[in-house]
């Protein structure tokens, strides 16, 4: 009996497993966990340790790529001798600053912060309409000639400031400024003889005067000249028009001098261009097709070969460089024909007649042909049959 008892131990045992001997879990059922003597779960295999460690790599190393990332990006390093353009400012309204060195208002900086800060300020620095304004103190005696510190206000500039951006050194440190008390005289303003030629009309000035500002040691000399600046204007239509017209300042020390207002209003009326015959016949130039010009198949006949007598109309500038045109044999003024293959192929049983009409002609922009007669004959001749 004893060794009966034996056996039934012995055989109830042979799984090792608690449940585990002639079970099945019904389909769709979670199996349960196999549980070792004593509830101890079987220890993770190779495979399953490799598995994790995979896992564990994939989300981890995107995290590390960013930190590392950030930190360099976040990393304190130096710009040596970024060029800055100075401007000069003074909160007084009584006085004008001129900078006499450096002649280009440029200085050198070493500039220190985070990696992606420096690159933010030298991009904005390297745009030419960006400067570093420096504001001269008011307490200086007038009239003034001498040397101005300018890191101070460098380093306070909202760019730099915004971005962390510290300076560590400027080259020079100081620049040559010339401050006197701001005069100001009232100057008529001017059209040029000249523009007013190619306008071909007239031209009456709404405001015809303005005040020039500037340093009292320019105005004391020669009396500035204030002209208009007529490069819109003689792009216009023909007709009356009211426009707005920037002015500007001619004279010894100009640039340091400002016209207000900087734009005047006038009343503008440009007279309807005048019809002209161009001195010189223009050629006729065909466009073919290349694959049809490379094959060499056929011959083309153009009747006439050049076009004498064309009457053109045009604003006075457009004229102008129309007569610079026939100065340069890549844009001489030319009638041009275009024939598709099919065109090819219809002129080989009949010739091509074209009525030529303004888009026909290669003329300066405003330039128009007002020929309405013109006609060009073409012939296509198979090689094969000559």
Do not use: C
């Not at 001269?136 to 000639?145: A, E, G, K, S």
């Not at 440009?270 to 073919?288: A, C, G, M, N």
């Not at 049983?349 to 002609?361: Q, S």
């Amino acid at each position: 009996m004893k060794a009966q008892d034996r056996s039934m131990t012995e055989g109830g045992s042979q799984s090792g497993v608690i449940g585990s001997v002639g079970l099945s879990a019904p389909d769709g059922a979670a199996r349960p966990k196999p549980v070792r003597r004593g509830g101890l779960e079987p220890k993770p295999t190779r495979r399953l340790k490799v598995k994790e460690g995979v896992k564990t790599f994939l989300w981890v190393l995107p995290l590390t790529a960013l930190i590392w990332v950030y930190a360099e990006r976040e990393q304190i390093t130096t710009q040596p001798e970024v060029p800055v353009t100075i401007r000069l400012r003074t909160n007084s309204p009584d006085r004008v600053v001129t900078m006499l060195t450096p002649e280009n208002r440029q200085v050198l900086v070493d500039l220190k912060g985070p990696l992606n800060s420096l690159e933010a300020v030298r991009d904005g620095l390297a745009d030419s309409r960006n400067t570093l304004d420096v504001t001269i103190p008011d307490d200086v005696q007038l009239p003034y000639r001498g040397p101005v510190g300018i890191a101070e206000s460098i380093e306070r500039n909202p760019l730099l400031v915004k971005e962390a951006v510290t300076v560590s050194r400027v080259r020079p440190a100081t620049v040559t400024v010339l401050i006197e008390k701001k005069e100001s005289i009232t100057v008529p303003v001017q059209i040029r003889s000249e523009d007013l030629a190619r306008i071909g009309g007239t031209v009456e000035f709404v405001t015809d005067r303005v005040v020039v500002e500037g340093p009292a040691s320019v105005l004391e000399g020669p009396k500035p000249e204030v002209f208009a600046n007529m490069k819109k204007v003689l792009d216009l239509a023909p007709g009356p028009h009211t426009v707005d017209i920037p002015v500007e300042v001619v004279g010894s020390g100009s640039a340091s001098m400002t016209p207000r207002p900087a734009m005047v209003k006038a009343v503008v009326n440009i007279k309807p261009p005048e019809e002209r015959t161009l001195p010189q016949s223009i050629p006729v130039l065909v466009l073919i097709n290349g694959a049809t010009l490379e094959s060499g198949d056929y011959q083309f006949k153009v009747e006439p070969k050049t076009l004498p007598g064309i009457k053109v109309v045009g604003p006075p500038v457009a004229m102008e460089e129309l007569d610079k045109r026939f100065k340069d044999d890549r844009l001489f003024p030319a009638a041009i024909v275009d024939l598709a293959p099919r065109d090819v192929i219809e002129g080989i049983e009949k010739p091509i007649l074209r009525k030529l009409g303004p888009d026909n002609f290669r003329m300066p922009k405003g330039v128009a042909v007002t020929n309405t007669d013109l006609e060009v004959k073409i012939t296509v001749v198979p090689k094969s049959g000559l």
